[in-house]
């Protein structure tokens, strides 16, 4: 009888996924404060996204020139439509989420932007027919809480631009349900693209929608002139929060949920607030110390519960193979 190899042959060690994505949310969690010095130095915000995700496609393609010509060449048109929607989404996360630090708190930014578990846990069994579990959605909700209790006690912070708190509010909004798209979108495309052509093309082409956007937008021209240490922090941003933080969710969404990763990435306002505390003398309210509470128990309700699934599906893996 011939064999057929299990289903899990070319899986990562079960922790691996869980290792990669903790580093990016180490990474991502200083991306806000990052911008808000380049803000302060006199960057534009378009002009910020614009370089984190211009210089990031730069530095991805030699790599994908060398090892990866011939999985790009072998993309079908719906894949490649499905990378450039991914970079859509990209481009209005990133123009409206670092928009909204010129109005409001690094912290009430930053949890309004990772509110996009709500979006993803809603928007998955539809789009990409996951179930989400009860467990799952409790954690969603418990975060979602402690989101809504952190924003509500809080303030513009130091944020540039005092007067308008709620726009700088509404633009986290959009920075996160955008970003719960494309959140769902790579979970369906990383099942058939490897990591690095997949975040290539869609680095590109939300490089290629930002260059656009701020040449439309006439802030262009913000881009030349700028203190040497703006240039330092834009490359900073592009360095860690892009290509490791982001790169590291990506690469997570190819082993594990959609809804888990959107999860997981609510820690990321705690890692902010502890940086703002000390670089930006930020401090955070009592009530939003209850609300980061929130967010690390719904984390571990996550965790244990993406770990019984990943437990579950891979016995069933087992066994399936076994059969044949």
Request: charged share 10%; with cysteine.
């Amino acid at each position: 009888m011939t064999t057929t190899p299990s289903a899990t042959a070319n899986r990562p060690p079960a922790w691996q996924p869980y290792f990669i994505l903790a580093c990016g949310l180490l990474a991502t969690s200083a991306a806000a404060i990052l911008i808000r010095f380049a803000q302060n130095d006199g960057a534009p915000s378009l002009v910020i996204s614009a370089w984190r995700l211009g210089l990031a496609t730069l530095v991805l393609t030699p790599i994908v020139l060398l090892r990866h010509r011939t999985e790009i060449a072998q993309l079908n048109r719906q894949q490649i439509l499905l990378a450039a929607l991914a970079g859509i989404m990209l481009v209005i996360h990133f123009a409206s989420w670092i928009t909204s630090l010129e109005y409001t708190s690094v912290l009430i930014s930053v949890v309004l932007v990772t509110t996009n578990p709500l979006f993803v846990a809603l928007l998955s069994p539809l789009l990409l027919r996951e179930r989400i579990s009860a467990f799952t959605l409790v954690a969603v909700f418990l975060a979602m809480i402690g989101g809504i209790v952190i924003t509500a006690a809080g303030d513009a912070g130091s944020a540039p631009k005092q007067d308008q708190p709620l726009l700088g509010a509404a633009l986290a909004m959009l920075g996160s349900i955008s970003v719960a798209l494309y959140f769902i979108i790579g979970r369906r495309l990383r099942a058939t693209i490897t990591i690095i052509p997949y975040i290539w093309l869609t680095y590109g082409a939300g490089a290629i929608g930002l260059i656009l956007l701020m040449l439309i937008s006439g802030q262009a021209q913000g881009l030349i002139g700028l203190p040497a240490s703006a240039y330092l922090w834009m490359t900073l941003v592009m360095l860690f929060p892009q290509l490791i933080g982001h790169s590291s969710y990506n690469y997570a969404l190819g082993y594990l949920s959609a809804a888990f990763v959107s999860l997981c990435v609510l820690f990321e306002p705690i890692g902010s607030t502890i940086l703002a505390v000390f670089f930006l003398n930020e401090q955070p309210k009592p009530l939003q110390i209850v609300g980061g509470i929130l967010i690390l128990v719904a984390l571990v309700v996550a965790s244990r519960e993406e770990r019984r699934k990943s437990t579950y599906n891979a016995v069933e893996a087992v066994e399936a193979a076994a059969e044949l």
